[in-house]
């Protein structure tokens, strides 16, 4: 059983920064992608950022380029998602994925989430 663990959350004054972690347990994390989510109140669940299993593909979702830099340590199964200028617009719970399958970008598996609340 794969299970994510979120960490880093918190509250920021906007221009902020914030980093957090996914340690990934329960799998290899051999030639699996990682993804970043979040979910505002009211609003639906919406793609952050996704890394490949090398780091060689990286994308973001176009409101947190230039500003979020997501990264991986393969050798500690941890993800990253660095996270500067922070605006209140970026206030939502911050969701871990991976995939079910290696090499895919379907994300099959989610952590619990971590808050992140960024004040004007």
């Known amino acids: 059983q794969v299970h994510l663990e979120e960490s880093g959350g918190g509250l920021v004054q906007a221009g902020g920064s914030l980093r957090l972690s996914c340690v990934v347990s329960?799998?290899?994390?051999?030639?699996?992608?990682m993804g970043w989510f979040r979910q505002a109140p009211g609003k639906e669940r919406e793609f952050v950022a996704r890394?490949?299993?090398?780091?060689?593909?990286?994308v973001y979702e176009d409101s947190v380029k230039g500003r979020f830099t997501i990264s991986r340590d393969n050798a500690k199964k941890t993800v990253y998602l660095q996270m500067n200028s922070l605006k209140p617009e970026d206030t939502a719970v911050y969701y871990c994925?991976?995939?079910?399958?290696?090499?895919?970008?379907?994300?099959?598996?989610w952590g619990q989430g971590t808050q992140v609340t960024v004040s004007s």
């Open positions: 329960g799998s290899t994390f051999i030639n699996y992608a």
């Open positions: 890394i490949s299993w090398g780091s060689i593909s990286i």
């Open positions: 994925a991976a995939p079910r399958l290696p090499g895919s970008y379907e994300f099959d598996y």
